[in-house]
């Protein structure tokens, strides 16, 4: 499986951004998937999260209310919409399939990874 992660830039904060993960050579429409971020030197943190169905999600305090997760099975694709960007949610966003196809936050249930790409917000 190959995720590629697209959709990041720099913003403004307070402005909006869209990632999108599409996954190629095999469907992840039965895992769950979940978006991370990392910002430089320091750990890997989940961001948000969503089950096979798009029925349950999870998202991480520091997001709540201002970041959307969503997926189209039919498409093969994990959306991450980003409003109200702060400056804290700069780092490099990672899109993973996880091996169950219940929401997790845990990195350990992750085993598809995709490159990266990175969102810088300018104060």
């Known amino acids: 499986v190959q995720l590629q992660a697209s959709g990041g830039g720099l913003v403004q904060a307070g402005g909006s951004l869209r990632l999108s993960c599409a996954a190629s050579?095999?469907?992840?429409?039965?895992?769950?998937m979940g978006w991370f971020r990392q910002a430089p030197g320091k750990e890997r943190v989940v961001v948000a999260a969503?089950?096979?169905?798009?029925?349950?999600?999870y998202y991480s305090d520091a997001v709540k209310g201002r970041f959307s997760i969503s997926r189209d099975n039919a498409k093969n694709t994990v959306y991450l919409q980003m409003n109200a960007l702060k400056p804290e949610d700069a780092g490099t966003y990672y899109c993973?399939?996880?091996?169950?196809?219940?929401?997790?936050?845990?990195?350990?249930?992750?085993?598809?990874w995709g490159q990266g790409t990175l969102v810088t917000v300018s104060s």
């Open positions: 993973a399939g996880a091996r169950t196809s219940r929401t997790s936050t845990r990195p350990s249930d992750y085993m598809y």
């Open positions: 969503i089950n096979w169905r798009g029925d349950n999600s």
């Open positions: 050579r095999r469907t992840l429409s039965n895992n769950a």
